[in-house]
């Protein structure tokens, strides 16, 4: 498997993007309120896209016809923004691409709208739990597997499920690249992570059962079951240190 490594010179633009695609998500994270439409948020962004000088790397791609992805409860992934208004207590994911001086980037944030019960805050909380302990293990010389089985076990733990339907991925100058990052998987296995290697890691989990599928207007994923979904994600380089988020505030 050819996984395309990036320079420092490369990756110092990737976070470029990567902070105005952090600043996006926690904008857009505070908007998020009971009362508003999805499509206000996708307005928002639109807003700060031009702000910042930066792309949305979702629109268009393959005919996705926003700069977000919303997606509410059930909603696993790919929610297309409109009128739904969001209502105290749901679990809104939004997630978002930044394409900025030819280079992708790749984020995503789960939020409560107003109060929400404390089940579903930590259910929430292992998926950042999750995406926070592969970050911590990803270092050069690792096996890919590695950060799928820290993800899956974590999840499980919780007794939530991981979707094995969507993975993360390899970034950069394309929205995906090799390799996928499956969030379940055998520790020792896969490619070994190498220093200029940047990754979209993404738990996507369900409280239910792990099946998905995918609703008529094509793009939005659901639980089969209905049971609440959410994901997070981050893009970060590989390098000799360790892991560096690139989509994050300084
Ligand atoms: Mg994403
Ligand atoms: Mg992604």
Known sequence: MFIPLKTSAQIAIMQKGGRIL???????????????????????????????????????????????CASVNDEVVHGIPGDRI?????????????????WHTDSAITV?????????????????????????????????GDISAIIEKTVHEKGYSVVHDLTGHGIGEKLHEPPQIPNFGKKGSGPILKPGMTLAIEPIITMGKRFVETKSDNWTVVTKDGS??????????????GAEILTKNL
């Not at 857009?28 to 996708?42: D, R």
């Not at 896209?49 to 700069?67: I, N």
């Not at 404390?118 to 950042?128: L, R």
């Not at 609440?228 to 240190?241: G, M, S």
């Open 86 to 102: 969001l209502c105290e207590g749901d679990l809104l994911t939004i997630d978002c691409g930044v394409y900025y001086q030819g």
């Open 228 to 241: 609440l979904a959410c994901q997070v994600e981050h893009t970060i380089a590989v390098t000799e240190r």
């Open 112 to 144: 409560p709208i107003g109060i929400c019960n404390v089940e579903i805050i930590s259910f929430m909380k292992t998926a950042e739990k999750a995406l926070a302990s592969a970050i911590k293990i990803a270092r050069p010389g690792i096996p890919l």
């Open 22 to 68: 952090a600043n996006i998500l926690s904008t857009l994270g505070k908007e998020a309120k009971a009362g508003i439409t999805t499509g206000y948020l996708n307005k928002k962004a639109d807003e700060l896209f031009t702000l910042y000088k930066a792309e949305p790397s979702f629109k268009g791609y393959r005919g996705f016809p926003a700069s977000i």
